[in-house]
């Protein structure tokens, strides 16, 4: 407890509580805005100022739960900010908004404590050089790279992959950079939370991560501000430490949502859809900050639940201007076992000019998508006519596009328990040569399975070959069958 607390001057009562919104009256100096508020049976209330309403009194919204708190409470002023702790102790760890410990670990030690609450970098400190930031991802890589310092958003409805597409390039990052991994978790479910943690943990890829929680069953004042607390430890390695930090989101839809709540109980007038009015404002409040700096780089990957698939949504709209990368995820592609299900025609990366991944790479992405591009209009024609319909080189296409389609699917570290397949972490140079390859009809007489859930396009020969051995055990072991059912049948006659 401060000093400022224990003063009569700055201790107030509740006079109001509706759901999370809790109304106080201080007869001196009310709080300053986004201030911490203590209130309950035992202090245990937290509350953040909001707004101030007149000369006595302040509304705030519970950052915990509000059972058992009733009108005519005392209330104390800590005179400071939400804090989150900063520091190489917060490693391996597993925090919620206040900055707890949620990992039956112990307390966190070596950590100094920030306010959750800070103002973007200034144009004069960020980097104007444009780096792609590689994932290991195939698709990604060539179709659309992600920016160092960045932010890129995985679009998608439920159920399509996004969480697992995550924690695949949080182990990608981990394994083979020597920066910092944080993730935040903000209204998830508190299942893929236990999930990540034994996950990286077993990976042992723990000692270089951070976990930040606000989940589903918390109040939307947790899940509004957990955001900003996994922001500023990133701030701390970015800055303090000049480390690489991936800074992975999920869900920022729910962080919108949590706002959405927090406006309607306020009071205030809805927008478009329900929505608050102050969405761009507190959406750019968070991506803001997020920058590189040139001797630092918070690059952030977000995935963005999309409400029934409609791009149109106004939490998709805005996140979507503040995305140097879009990954949107098809539903269609995840029906037909395409993982990660990356629509290659719908995503995109202002990281693809040819300046930035040279002409290479440029030219061949380019290759990619018009092939992809013309096979997705010619889909009808085969649905209707047939293939035979085709002309022979229309034909070809599809046989590439198909082998595209393919060989851009990958085995991921992270779901080797349920799929069998050891991960492949794949370097763009062997995503480029590969895709070179399929459009110069090398793998033409290749089944199409050879470059399904492969890396590198040299597991497809592979493939065919232990293919070819093992058909020739079998017909070996055919023909032995037959001649030994024969002198049976000889012998017996």
């Known amino acids: 407890m401060t000093e400022q607390a224990t003063n009569p001057e700055h201790t107030g009562i509740v006079t109001s509580i509706r759901g ?4 106080m009256r201080f007869n001196d100096a009310l709080p300053p805005i986004y201030s911490i508020v203590e209130t309950g049976r035992d202090m245990e209330v937290k509350i953040e100022i909001l707004m101030q309403l007149d000369r006595r009194h302040v509304r705030g919204i519970a ?12 209330a104390r002023n800590t005179g400071s900010p939400l804090k989150a702790p900063v520091g190489k102790g917060t490693l391996s760890r597993m925090f919620d908004v206040f900055g707890n410990a949620i990992d039956r670990r112990g307390p966190v030690t070596s950590v100094t404590w920030r306010s959750v609450h800070g103002a973007p970098p200034p144009l004069s400190r960020r980097s104007t050089k444009s780096e792609v930031f590689e994932t290991g991802i195939k698709i990604i890589d060539l179709l659309v790279p992600l920016e160092r310092g960045g932010k890129a958003g995985l679009f998608g409805g439920a159920g399509v992959g996004k969480t697992v597409l995550l924690t695949e390039m949080i182990h990608n990052m981990v394994s083979k950079e ?7 978790g903000i209204g998830e479910r508190c299942r893929e939370g236990e999930e990540l943690y034994r996950e990286m943990s077993e990976a042992g890829v723990l000692d270089n991560m951070v976990m930040v929680f606000g989940q589903m069953n918390e109040p939307p004042g947790s899940r509004f501000r957990v955001g900003l607390a996994a922001l500023t430890m990133a701030e701390y390695f970015c800055d303090d430490l000049h480390q690489e930090v991936l800074l992975l989101i999920d869900n920022i839809f729910r962080f919108i949502q949590a706002g959405s709540e927090i406006s309607g109980m306020m009071g205030q007038m809805p927008s478009r859809l329900g929505y608050q009015p102050t969405i761009g404002t507190e959406l750019s409040a968070l991506e803001e900050r997020i920058a590189n700096t040139g001797t630092g780089a918070i690059t952030s ?3 963005v639940y999309v409400p029934a698939d409609d791009f149109t949504d106004p939490a998709a709209v805005h996140t979507f201007s503040h995305l140097s990368a879009s990954l949107v995820l098809s539903r269609k592609r995840a029906g037909e076992g395409f993982y990660p299900a990356v629509d290659p025609l719908s995503s995109g990366s202002k990281m693809a000019g040819e300046s930035i991944v040279g002409r290479r790479h ?5 290759e990619v998508r018009r092939v992809l591009a013309q096979y997705a209009e010619l889909k009808d024609i085969i649905a209707m006519l047939g293939l035979e319909q085709l002309s022979a080189e229309d034909r070809r296409l599809v046989g590439r596009a198909r082998r595209l389609e393919r060989f851009f699917t990958q085995p991921f570290f992270t779901t080797e328990q349920f799929s069998g397949l ?20 090398e793998f033409e007489n290749y089944p199409e399975r050879a470059l399904y859930m492969i890396g590198s396009i040299s597991e497809a020969q592979e493939k065919v070959e232990v293919g070819k051995d093992e058909a020739a055990q079998k017909t070996v072991a055919v023909e032995t069958t037959t001649a030994d059912a024969d002198a049976a049948t000889t012998d017996g006659g």
């Not at 050891?422 to 009809?441: H, N």
């Open 362 to 366: 440029y030219e061949l992405a380019r």
């Open 63 to 74: 950052l915990t739960p509000t059972e058992g708190l009733c009108r005519g409470m005392t």
């Open 178 to 184: 020597s920066g910092v991994s944080i993730f935040c």
């Open 301 to 303: 990957i977000q995935a």
């Open 20 to 23: 999370s919104v809790v109304d």
């Open 422 to 441: 050891a991960g492949k972490s794949v370097p763009v140079t062997d995503t480029i040569d590969g895709c070179e390859r399929i459009l110069r009809d």
